[in-house]
């Protein structure tokens, strides 16, 4: 048991450098501003730039549902979500009520599985639902049935349902543990992007965001640390930054424009 628990402590034990990720941050930021004048755009960031968190897996775990992982500073500000509520049929006015009830206005569209079948059919409906809500929820009930019916575009944007229980009285602390999470799913490929932080954060709020989902993450993934290669963080407009790889580093002393910098080089390189 001793040993075992020892095991434990070590997968869980975190192995993110927290000095990388608040270097990284920075040079995040710069390389924003440099795509941005690069552009001749007025503003040097969108305020609304998502910063994604890039995770790369030693081996598939079986699928999963959308994993939530709490953080620090929400991705959502108050006053700001708007959200899509999936549910079973003829239960959409009984949900309506009981939203109504609890004072819960952030969940603005309510489509049951019949609509859902019968109004987006096809790809461009599909995609336009898609882009219309900043979150989308589903009955756990009814989680199950939604992926032929939501194709691949709610997949490829982030954008699955999160399974909520619309029968319990805290439906109202679910979305509230909602708007303050972010989420990923596992067994789609080794590689999965997750939003961590907006761009419209400091610099800190970013670096704690990053360093409580990537600890989350370690924690939450069969084989913890040991089944992560790599670890980056982006923005859709930048390149990856790594702020962690399984594979270790030596420094190295490069001359530079009469200049000595030391970086970090991989030694499987």
Not at 19 to 29: D, G, M, R, T
Not at 51 to 74: D, F, G, V
Not at 131 to 160: N, S, T
Not at 255 to 265: A, R
Request: a positive charge.
């Amino acid at each position: 048991m001793a040993a075992k628990s020892k095991n434990a402590d070590y997968q869980h034990k975190s192995k993110l450098d927290e000095h990388q990720v608040q270097l990284a941050v920075p040079a995040l930021f710069k390389l924003l501003q440099l795509n941005e004048v690069k552009a001749k755009k007025r503003k040097l960031m969108a305020d609304d730039e998502k910063i994604w968190l890039n995770l790369i897996l030693k081996k598939i775990p079986n699928p999963t549902k959308p994993i939530q992982i709490s953080l620090p500073h929400s991705l959502h500000p108050t006053g700001t979500l708007e959200i899509c509520l999936f549910c079973k049929d003829n239960e959409k006015d009984t949900i309506k009520k009981k939203l109504e009830k609890d004072g819960i206005t952030e969940i603005v569209k309510i489509i049951s599985i019949i609509k859902l079948k019968k109004n987006y059919r096809g790809y461009e409906a599909k995609r336009q639902l898609c882009q219309m809500y900043d979150l989308f929820l589903a009955d756990d009930r009814i989680y199950h049935l939604l992926p032929p019916y939501l194709g691949k575009k709610f997949f490829e944007k982030k954008k699955y349902p999160i399974p909520v229980s619309v029968t319990k009285k805290n439906l109202t602390s679910q979305i509230n543990g909602i708007r303050n999470s972010t989420y990923f799913s596992l067994g789609k490929g080794k590689c999965n992007a997750i939003p961590v932080a907006m761009t419209n954060l400091d610099s800190e709020k970013i670096t704690e965001n990053i360093i409580a989902t990537v600890n989350s993450i370690a924690a939450k993934i069969p084989r913890g640390w040991k089944n992560i290669q790599a670890l980056y963080i982006k923005t859709t407009a930048t390149v990856a930054l790594p702020i962690y790889n399984s594979i270790p580093y030596e420094s190295t002393k490069i001359n530079t424009d009469n200049t000595t910098k030391t970086v970090k080089v991989s030694l499987a390189d």
